[in-house]
């Protein structure tokens, strides 16, 4: 069964720094996707960046990028400029690409603080 | 449309109580999902649905729970006899079949406590 790794319960950055949160993840899998999701306290939980694993460039998002190994299996997430606004949960979730179950495994999040 | 609607958001109940939870999709998303996140941890999936059809089922959802879509539209969480352990943020998603890659659109939850 896959499994999602984030080793980083809690992570603070400065405002307007850079902060870089980890994943990794186990498969026996060639292809699949992987994300970031953010939830904020009390508010829905959003996708911030996407990446699917045949694509060796590391996806990007304004000030998310994503630093992908497939080889190591780690994922991990970049937040440039942090800005207040990003304090929330972080996951990081897999999701496999032909056949067999349809469900996004989660890691158990990192909480980010941003201190201004 | 404005996203995937949760409803209620908060639901206090009895232990042994039945509780029923509703989820609207956005329109045009042809598959639903309902996810579990306990405190401390990462949302844990439950099932899924494509239009009406009910196509997989975690482990986790024990008898006491049925989900349900009629019509391939607002699908409903039912969980009969509650205990404590079902304590639970309930999270519903949404996804067009040709998006999967996209991931979900996730609502806001319901947050069930059993006292």
């Known amino acids: 069964a896959q499994t999602v790794t984030q080793s980083q319960p809690e992570m603070s950055v400065q405002e307007a720094e850079t902060v870089t949160l980890s994943c990794t993840y186990d498969?026996?899998?060639?292809?699949?996707?992987l994300f970031w999701y953010k939830q904020p306290p009390s508010r829905q939980m959003i996708l911030v960046i996407r990446q699917e694993a045949y694509k060796q460039q590391n996806a990007t998002e304004n000030r998310f990028s994503v630093n992908f190994q497939k080889a190591a299996k780690s994922f991990s997430l970049k937040i440039s400029d942090s800005q207040l606004g990003d304090a929330a949960m972080y996951f990081c979730a897999y999701r496999r690409i032909q056949g067999g179950s349809e469900k996004l495994v989660f890691g158990k999040g990192t909480k980010l603080t941003v201190n201004p | 449309d404005t996203g995937v609607s949760q409803n209620p958001r908060h639901k206090i109940t009895k232990r042994g109580q039945n509780v029923t939870f509703r989820c609207d999709p956005i329109?045009?998303?042809?598959?639903l999902y309902w996810y579990r996140q306990t405190l401390g941890q990462g949302p844990e999936f439950l099932t899924y649905?494509?239009?009406?059809?009910?196509?997989?089922k975690s482990r986790l959802l024990s008898d006491r729970f049925s989900a349900e879509r009629p019509k391939g539209s607002f699908s409903t969480l039912e969980i009969q006899r509650t205990e404590q352990g079902d304590s639970a943020m309930y999270l519903c998603?949404?996804?067009?079949?040709?998006?999967?890659?996209?991931?979900?659109?996730f609502g806001s939850g319901t947050r069930l406590t059993v006292v």
């Open positions: 329109s045009e998303h042809n598959r």
């Open positions: 998603a949404s996804s067009f079949l040709q998006g999967i890659g996209y991931g979900y659109t």
């Open positions: 649905f494509q239009n009406e059809a009910q196509l997989e």
């Open positions: 498969t026996s899998e060639s292809d699949y996707y």
